[in-house]
């Protein structure tokens, strides 16, 4: 079966510190993967994706992540933290017939 | 294009009541999910649509719940009767080929008391 397990529903960052989201993935087949944000009252927005080309994926806002398939990973990074990050933020997974599997999430706040 | 279009946005019942949530797609998408949002659960798949035929509804509640497409660029999820449990975001979502990226409403927030 296919999932996604995102460590820590809850992240805080002081801004202008690293953020680092983590997300590992569980596939029978070569997976795509994908970070969603969604802002207060919002709905998803795409952040990034791979879809088996480059390793490292870059994203809107400064994002970027890696796909590590030796340790079924794909962790969301930013060097410096912005006060407008602070949002949830959705790992998600495609592999192959079934619609995207989604992590269950994780609150990013920035503490100024 | 205005994107997924989903209504109300916001929605409040009093138990045993009948909700209609709706959702407009992008238009030429020919796949259509509609997901939950709860802070227990995240985001749960409930349906999903190809070309107006539901693929998939194992994750829906059938005894209260149904999901209809009665054409391209139109969607319903009804429930009857609605329960207190039944409170959360509801998502619709579209893509075309129902692969890769799937683009999202705004959501409608349920509050049955």
């Known amino acids: 079966a296919q999932s996604v397990t995102q460590l820590g529903s809850h992240v805080s960052v002081s801004e202008g510190a690293l953020v680092l989201l983590r997300c590992n993935y569980s596939s029978s087949v070569p997976p795509y993967l994908f970070w969603y944000v969604q802002y207060p009252n919002q709905g998803l927005q795409l952040l990034l994706k791979y879809t088996s080309a480059a390793t490292l994926v870059k994203g809107i806002n400064g994002f970027e992540a890696e796909f590590k398939k030796s340790e079924t990973s794909f962790h969301l990074t930013k060097p410096s933290a912005h006060m407008s990050d602070a949002a949830e933020y959705f790992c998600?997974?495609?592999?192959?017939?079934?619609?995207?599997?989604f992590g269950k999430g994780t609150r990013l706040s920035v503490i100024a | 294009d205005a994107g997924v279009i989903q209504s109300p946005r916001h929605e409040v019942t009093e138990m045993g009541q009948e909700v209609t949530l709706r959702c407009k797609p992008i238009?030429?998408?020919?796949?259509l999910f509609w997901y939950r949002q709860t802070m227990m659960q995240g985001l749960e798949l409930l349906v999903y649509?190809?070309?107006?035929?539901?693929?998939?509804d194992s994750g829906m509640p059938k005894d209260r719940f149904s999901a209809k497409m009665p054409n391209a660029s139109f969607s319903t999820l009804k429930i009857q009767p609605s329960e207190p449990r039944d409170s959360a975001v509801y998502f619709c979502?579209?893509?075309f080929g129902g692969g890769l990226e799937a683009f999202f409403g705004q959501g409608t927030r349920l509050t049955v008391v």
């Open positions: 998600a997974l495609y592999s192959g017939n079934t619609p995207l599997v």
């Open positions: 979502a579209s893509n």
């Open positions: 238009s030429g998408h020919d796949y």
């Open positions: 649509f190809n070309n107006k035929a539901v693929m998939d």
